[in-house]
């Protein structure tokens, strides 16, 4: 039986940044405020046009990581598949991007799955991408995660505490069949629907005529939610949980991994998910300081960064690893 195997990376990220800084104008808010909180000290948002459209959509971001990673593993678009798209923010409410994303790829009637699991779309689209590869049903598949986050936030001082959180980006990889020992050796899924409105944005509502009414809209529903110190707390909790479930599954410890890429949720998180689990800093790749949290996006952009910078060497133990909204949780072990 085949194992899956990523063998392509790629990430894209808007030109345009926001710093802190440029936060403190739009909102009461500060520097110091927001590194100690999250550590993040900088996001990309997409640039608006006058009448206040980003200035590519998302499909079209993810479409440009994608080309990165179909070019990295070495194959040709026409090679795919499979292509699954997970995100929070598809383009409209239907059909999701991963359509447009086989359009823009120049693909032709290349199956296209669309996965919406918010902060763990990554770990839930390689477990997927790794069934479909092990029951022959995909040789390659193309995996991509984009988020325009921008768009959806509140950024006045009433929305401050999610605002100064989120940025824009894609990251992609390509997902094929490994080579002996190489490739996804386990996963873990997990999920707890009760916490679902802790984190979440309430509409559009599917079961509403019109999907909002303008009294929604005036009381700023649209916009996300979180309830900060019971995500922080549950976080903290099921990160280690799905690191140690997903090596029991794989048949190995924490001293085998050479590097962990958890979501990149909270800085304060990743630093308490490392020093519980017994890993230092340069075990636990991270890079929210300069783009925030891009939900979906943003481990497969930690991943083609870490690629890039020699963090992972042929035959490393990686372990991916995320938490979010549902809440939803897991992880995959993967032999590089």
Known sequence: ??????TGTGFWVPEQVVTNRDLEGMMDTSDAW????????ERRWLRLDPDGYTEITGAEMGARAARMAIEDAGIEPGDIDLVIYATVNPDCFFPGNGVFMEDLLGLDTTGALDIRNQCTGFVYGLAAADGFIQ???ARTVLLVCGEVQSTGLDRSTAGRDLAVLFGDGAG????GEGQGDRGV?????????RFARELWAEIPVGNLKGRWTDAMLEEGRQYPRMNGQMVFKHATRRFCEAVTEVLAKGGATVDDVALVIPHQANQRITDAVGQRLGLGP???FSNI???GNTTAASIPIALAEAVR??????????VTVAFGSGFTWGANLVRW
């Open 34 to 41: 927001i590194v100690e909180r999250s550590g993040i000290r």
């Open 1 to 6: 039986m085949p194992r899956a195997a990523i």
């Open 135 to 137: 029951a022959g049903t």
């Open 309 to 318: 910078e020699g963090r992972l060497q042929r035959g490393d133990l990686l």
């Open 289 to 291: 300081a300069k783009y």
């Open 185 to 193: 050796l386990a996963s873990v899924l997990h999920s707890q629907g």
């Open 282 to 284: 340069e075990r636990v």
């Open 172 to 175: 992609a990889v390509v997902i």
